[in-house]
C-alpha cells in the first residue's frame, strides 16, 4: 500500500513539474505579440480618407495604414487614441501619445511645440459649397460665413484670407459637424484639406473649387520634441517612398478613381 501511494505521489509531482514547465514555455515562446512595446498614436478620428471610422466603429483609412506600417517595421505594437483635433498638440506635449497621425500640416507655428517627420503627404485646400451656390470664386466669399475646422491649418488660412477679403469665420469642432453645418445651411462655405474635401463633394453632391492663394506645407507625423522616434521613423517613410509602399497607400485611400 504505502510503495503503491508513494509511486502516485511521485507521478503526480513529475505532471506538475511538466504542467509548470510547459506553463512558462507557453509564457516565453506564446507571448511574443503582448510582449511588443506598445506605440500610441493620437488622431481625430472625423478626417476621411485619412481617418475615421468605418460601419463597424474601427478606425481606418490612409493615416492608420501608414502608422500600422510604421509600427510593424520598428516592432512596436500600435494603439490608437481617437481625440479631438485641437487637443492632439497638448496630447503630445504631456506624453499621452507618442506621435500624431491626424493629416497634420507641418505648420510653423506647430514646428514651435512639437518635432515633425519629413512630410508624406501634400493635398491643399479647397472650398466647398452646396451645387447651387453662386459662391465659385475666392472673392465671392466677401460677407458670408465660412465654416473651418478648429485648430487646423485651413483655420490659420481662414485668418489670413480675411485681412484681404471681409468673412465671418465659423470654428467647429469636426469636419463631419462642419459639413452638416453647410448642408443645414448655417454656413455659406466649409474651407477643408482639399483630399478630405473631395470626399465630401462625391458624397453629398456638393461643388467646390481650389483655394488659389497657399500652398499646404505638407502632411507629417507629429512627435514631442527631442523625440528620438524621427529619426527612425523618417527611415521608414524614406524605404516607403522608394519601394513603393506609400505610393500603394495613396492609390488605395486617395486615388480619385
Not at 140 to 161: D, P, S
Amino acid at each position: 500500500m504505502k510503495k503503491t501511494k508513494l509511486l502516485s505521489t511521485l507521478i503526480l509531482s513529475l505532471g506538475l513539474m511538466t504542467a509548470c514547465g510547459q506553463s512558462q514555455t507557453d509564457e516565453t515562446t506564446g507571448g511574443k505579440e503582448s510582449d511588443k512595446k506598445v506605440l500610441t498614436m493620437g488622431t481625430s478620428a472625423d478626417f476621411a480618407p485619412f481617418e475615421s471610422r468605418n460601419p463597424a466603429g474601427e478606425i481606418e483609412g490612409f493615416d492608420i495604414d501608414l502608422a500600422n506600417y510604421i509600427a510593424e517595421e520598428l516592432g512596436y505594437k500600435l494603439e490608437v487614441e481617437d481625440m479631438k483635433f485641437d487637443g492632439l498638440i497638448g496630447a503630445l506635449q504631456t506624453d499621452r501619445v507618442d506621435m500624431v497621425l491626424a493629416g497634420m500640416s507641418a505648420t510653423e507655428k506647430r514646428d514651435k511645440n512639437v518635432d515633425f517627420s519629413t512630410p508624406y503627404n501634400h493635398s491643399g485646400e479647397m472650398f466647398i459649397t452646396l451645387k447651387d451656390s453662386d459662391i465659385t470664386t475666392l472673392e465671392a466669399i466677401k460677407g458670408k460665413t465660412v465654416g473651418v475646422q478648429l485648430g487646423t491649418i485651413q483655420e490659420e488660412g481662414a485668418k489670413k484670407i480675411k485681412e484681404t477679403i471681409d468673412f465671418e469665420i465659423k470654428p467647429i469642432d469636426n469636419a463631419a459637424t462642419l459639413i452638416q453645418e453647410l448642408l443645414t445651411k448655417r454656413i455659406d462655405v466649409a474651407y477643408i484639406d482639399k483630399s478630405v474635401a473631395k470626399g465630401y463633394i462625391t458624397e453629398q453632391n456638393l461643388a467646390g473649387f481650389d483655394d488659389p492663394t497657399t500652398s499646404s506645407p505638407g502632411m507629417a507625423v507629429a512627435f514631442p520634441e527631442g523625440s528620438d522616434m524621427i529619426e527612425k521613423v523618417n527611415k521608414v517613410l524614406k524605404e516607403m517612398e522608394e519601394n513603393g509602399k506609400l505610393e500603394e497607400l495613396k492609390e488605395k485611400w486617395l486615388s480619385e478613381e
